[in-house]
C-alpha cells in the first residue's frame, strides 16, 4: 500500500503541471478556433514581352510657318508682343571709362596687387597684376599707378596723394649799417624748442664765483679813487656835493658813504 500511494502522488505531481499548460494552450489557440490552414500558392506566371502603343507624333498643320504670328505673340509674354531683335555684335567692345578708382597698390616682388573703387556703388575691389575686372586685363601695377586695357584700349588709374602746404621760412632782413644785427629768432614751426635747462650745482658754483670776482675788482677800483678833500679846503666843493642851481639830495651817495667810512666817519642816518 505504502509504495502505491507513493507513486499515485509522483503521478499527480507530473499530472498537475502537464494539465495547467494545456489550458493554456488551449486559450492561446482559441481551442482550435484560430488554427487556419494556409492556402496553396498561386500558379507560376509566365513573362510575356511588352509592345506599348506610343502615341503618334505631334504635327502642327503648315508648320510653324503658317503659326508664325502665334509663335511672335507667344502666352509666356504678359505683353504679347514679339521680342525686341538682338542686334548683331559685329564690333569690338569698347573700354568704359571712369568706372573705379586706384585707392592704394602693393609692389612687394612677384606681387602686384591694385585696390579699386567703384565709382557707381562705392565697393572695394582688389585685383592682381594679370586678372581680369569688368572683361578689361590688369596690364601692369606700379607703386603710384594701375593700366587697365580692353584690346587695343587702356587706361591708366592714377593715385591721388594729399600734399599739403609747402613750409618755407622767410630770409632774414639786410643788416643795416652801424647797427648790430639781431639774433635770429629760432623757427618754431620747424623746430620744437628746447626746454629749459634746470641749473646744477656746478653752475650755481660758477656763478658765485663771478659775483666775488666781480666784487673783488670794485672794491680794488675804489681803493685807487683818491682821497676827498675837506669841504671847502682850497675853494673846491665838497665830494657829493650837488651843482649849483640843483636842490641837494637826501639821501648821500655811494662815494659819500665810502668815503665816510674810510674816514671812520659814521654815515648820516635818515
Known sequence: MNNSALRWRSGLWWLLPSLALAVLLGFEIDWGRRMHRLPDPPPAIEARPLSPALLPEYKIDGGLAARAETVNRTLF?????????LAADGGKKQLQRGQFLLTGTTVAGDRSIAFLKEVAGGK????????QINGMLVAEVKPDRVRLTLGDESEELVLKVAVG???????????????APSPTAPATALMPQAPAATPTATDAAQILEQRRR?????????????????PGFGGAPATGAPPAGMPASAEPSWNDVYERMRQGVAPPTK
Open 124 to 131: 572695394s575691389r582688389t585685383v592682381r597684376q594679370g586678372e
Open 77 to 85: 509674354n504678359p505683353t504679347r508682343r514679339p521680342a525686341p531683335a
Open 214 to 230: 666781480a666784487g673783488r675788482n670794485a672794491a680794488e677800483a675804489a681803493r685807487t679813487v683818491p682821497a676827498a678833500q675837506p
Open 165 to 179: 602746404p609747402r613750409t618755407t621760412i622767410a630770409p632774414p632782413p639786410p643788416p643795416v649799417s652801424g647797427v
